[in-house]
């Protein structure tokens, strides 16, 4: 059964500083991940996905990067903003499931 | 550009009420989605559906009923609400394709006393 770990669980940071938000997961075979950010009270909005072929995947100040063998991903902000802080999930499409499989997330708080 | 709708957005119950939250998407997606959120677990499949008059359990299907008689609509029912049930509710959908991402709506935050 896959299972998705993210941590930390919480994050606080400076304003400006460049972060890592890590997640793992236990079978490798997968289609894609996912990467997720939640506003409180609000629902899931899609980051970047990263196919099971590729390396990383860049949007913006984002990047995201896949090592499936190891069961890694990272997602990397740089110089972070207060209007950063939010909660990000990541999430699995393991092969021959239809559904992701998500982590717990890691909530972020920038301060300004 | 609506996008994926969930109705209602907040409700709170009587153990043993029943009620029925809608999901519809504008989107022509094939695949839709029902998942639960609690605090510190993540979030967890329900159901869902591989297209119209599909349906299949996913990791919580207990409890919970689904029907997708339309394509763009995907309802979620409780038959008899528990107090385990508390939680955000949260529909998805996606197109076809292996490399598709799933699109959310807002949630449903549903309270069952």
């Known amino acids: 059964k896959q299972e998705v770990t993210q941590i930390p669980a919480a994050l606080s940071v400076p304003e400006g500083e460049n972060l890592v938000l890590n997640c793992s997961f236990t079978d490798s075979a997968i289609y894609n991940l996912q990467w997720f950010r939640q506003d409180p009270g609000k629902g899931l909005t899609s980051l970047l996905l990263?196919?099971?072929?590729?390396r990383e995947q860049t949007s913006g100040r984002l990047n995201a990067s896949l090592d499936k063998s190891s069961g890694r991903s990272t997602l990397y902000i740089a110089a972070s903003q207060p209007g950063d802080s939010a909660t990000y999930l990541c999430?699995?499409?393991?092969?021959?499931?239809?559904?992701?499989?998500f982590g717990s997330g890691t909530r972020l708080q920038v301060q300004p | 550009n609506a996008g994926v709708t969930q109705t209602p957005k907040f409700r709170v119950l009587k153990t043993g009420q029943s009620m029925t939250l809608l999901c519809a998407q504008d989107m022509n997606h094939e695949y839709m989605y029902w998942y639960r959120q609690d605090p510190g677990m993540g979030l967890r499949l329900i159901h869902y559906s591989v297209g119209e008059g599909t349906t299949a359990k996913g990791e919580v299907p207990d409890g919970y009923n689904v029907s997708r008689l339309k394509k763009q609509n995907f309802l979620l029912g409780l038959e008899s609400a528990a107090p385990s049930q508390t939680s955000v509710y949260f529909c998805?959908?996606?197109?076809?394709?292996?490399?598709?991402?799933?699109?959310f709506g807002d949630g449903t935050r549903l309270s069952i006393l």
């Open positions: 999430a699995v499409r393991t092969t021959g499931r239809r559904a992701l499989t």
């Open positions: 990263i196919q099971s072929s590729q």
């Open positions: 998805a959908s996606r197109p076809r394709g292996k490399d598709q991402p799933q699109h």
